[in-house]
């Protein structure tokens, strides 16, 4: 009996182990987080039935549309994201300052968890040799307001601002969600979707570069 158990335990441990971890910034400039873990959604009765195919985000972008669109030129592609600026009205002002200010223009990928999210937005990744740091900067200065929105859920193609454990000190680093991510609704300002790109966005891999941002209209 007592082998059982131990048996039980060590497994538990494994697969608990082996769960991603959420995006997350880790030092006061906000990074994407990489601490968030998934939480384990197992023992829901919706897990047991066979989940629906999602509809691209290219298909239900919003029809005419005025919110300002990020034009992502990267080596693998490019990526269309529109912005939330009537839910997230500081989020989508801070973002658009940083692309007109060509903050992205030249930063590298520096996360990338398959199925889970791709994170960019760490100015240090343009150095190569400080490798060992990427996923710890930002602008240096956070939004400085919450704005989760229960409106705006991580889907696929979703994008957000990620931070180091309070949503008001977000700053420049950003993923782009692979799929429903619900564990990150209650604390990830989601405040864009992918409308055009989504194969470009799952195709980049860490140190991948963005060569441009611009911001359309």
């Not at 082996?18 to 601490?35: F, G, M």
């Amino acid at each position: 009996m007592r082998r059982r158990s131990a048996i039980f335990i060590i497994l538990t441990l494994a697969l608990v182990g082996c769960s991603p971890s959420a995006p997350e910034a880790t030092v006061d400039e906000t990074t994407v987080p990489e601490a968030l873990s998934d939480a384990p959604a197992g023992n829901t009765a919706v897990d047991s039935e066979p989940a629906a195919p999602e509809a691209s985000p290219e298909v239900v972008a919003a029809e005419g549309a005025t919110a300002p669109v990020l034009v992502f030129e990267t080596v693998k592609g490019t990526i269309e994201i529109e912005t939330y600026p009537d839910e997230a009205p500081k989020t989508v002002e801070h973002i658009v300052a940083l692309v007109r200010r060509r903050f992205y223009n030249g930063l590298r990928v520096h996360r990338v968890v398959p199925d889970f999210v791709v994170q960019f937005g760490d100015p240090q990744t343009r150095n190569m040799t400080r490798r060992d740091t990427w996923g710890s900067g930002g602008s240096g200065t956070p939004i400085g307001v919450s704005e989760v929105n229960p409106i705006r859920k991580h889907r696929l193609g979703a994008v957000a601002v990620a931070h180091p454990g309070d949503p008001s000190r977000a700053d420049s680093q950003i993923y782009i969600s692979f799929g429903p991510q619900p564990e990150l609704d209650p604390d990830f300002t989601v405040f864009g979707q992918v409308v055009s790109g989504i194969d470009v966005a799952r195709d980049l891999a860490v140190t991948d570069v963005i060569r441009s941002v611009t911001v359309k209209p």
